[in-house]
């Protein structure tokens, strides 16, 4: 993708104008937002990454030059370390930019490959399907997995969301920022769901 940093915001109010179709990457604190857009994009440091949670506080749009979307690298929400006050803050960024953007097509929730479902995680993904908010499921940092764990992957984590979600279905999509895994099949997914 040729993504080009357009602006870092903090509410969601001051969102670039252009009507162009966006897509969201979110997901717990470290799990690797910021890496995915740079694999995305074939560049090293496009999106600011570091391996201490809490790195982007912002929203961030960069834009695809060619198919014309923004991808949006948000906040990542569940950081334990921040004060209870800074968090609140993150999550009404996060909530306000997803309940009020009206070019948002589709949120990637990124989820750690390596680890069991999650009940923030679980309690996300709920909010978004009250508020009818269509998002996949990316798998991060599937490098990390051996075989084995790799192969059940989906089905592992089918298996322990929906003991907090009942009949829980989504999207998924397994992806690497280290091997580029996944990359074609969200380029192809972000296709599919652009206007014609
Ligand atoms: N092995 C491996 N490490 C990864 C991968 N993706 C991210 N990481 C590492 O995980 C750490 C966090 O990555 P970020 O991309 O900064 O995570 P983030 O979700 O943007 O984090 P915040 O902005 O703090 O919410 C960094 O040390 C990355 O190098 C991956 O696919 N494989
Ligand atoms: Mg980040």
């Known amino acids: 993708m040729n993504l080009k940093f357009i602006s870092s915001i903090v509410h969601p109010k001051d969102s670039p104008r252009t009507g162009l179709p966006e897509f969201a990457f979110i997901g717990r604190s470290n799990v690797g937002k910021s890496s995915l857009i740079n694999m995305l994009a074939g560049r090293r440091s496009l999106a600011k990454t570091s391996s201490s949670p809490g790195k982007t506080r912002t929203i961030n749009h960069y834009l695809e030059e060619e ?57 996300f993904m709920s909010w978004m399907i009250r508020n009818d908010q269509p998002f996949v499921i990316l798998f991060t940092k599937t490098d990390k997995l051996s075989k084995a764990e790799r192969k059940n992957l989906e089905s592992n984590y089918l298996k322990g969301m929906q003991a907090y979600i009942p009949h829980f279905m989504p999207g998924m999509i397994v992806t690497s920022a280290e091997t580029r895994e996944g990359k074609k099949e969200i380029e192809d997914l972000i296709k599919e769901m652009m206007p014609t």
Do not use: W
């Not at 014309?68 to 921040?82: I, N, Q, S």
């Not at 930019?97 to 679980?122: G, N, P, W």
């Open 67 to 123: 198919m014309l979307f923004y991808l949006v690298d948000l906040p990542g929400y569940g950081y334990a370390r921040l004060s209870k006050v800074e968090k609140a803050k993150l999550e009404q960024i996060i909530n306000a930019y997803i309940m009020k953007s009206q070019a948002l097509r589709c949120t990637f929730v990124l989820v750690d490959a390596r680890h069991e479902a999650l009940r923030q995680d679980a309690e």
